[in-house]
């Protein structure tokens, strides 16, 4: 595989309207999403890792959580 990851700093890296951005995972990238995508293998598992630097305030004070992992069609 050409990569393992995707980061805030991947120059290539595409943010929504509203500054939120989404990340694929998967054996192929969606039609138009191939900045945001990470290539898994299809037989084989692999895990999430969440790295977040310079936490804020709600962070600390846990009102902001991480979303769940949606599946997408």
């Known amino acids: 595989m050409d990569r393992f990851s995707r980061s805030s700093n991947s120059p290539d890296i595409k943010a ?3 500054g939120s ?3 694929y995972f998967g054996p192929t990238a969606p039609q138009g999403q191939e900045s945001n995508w990470v290539p898994t293998k299809p037989d084989q598992r ?3 890792l969440f790295r ?3 936490p804020e305030k709600p962070f600390f004070e846990k009102s902001w ?4 992992l949606v599946a997408v069609p």
């Open 16 to 18: 929504s309207t509203d």
């Open 21 to 23: 951005v989404d990340v």
């Open 46 to 48: 692999f895990e999430v």
């Open 52 to 54: 977040l630097y310079g």
């Open 65 to 68: 959580v991480l979303p769940d």
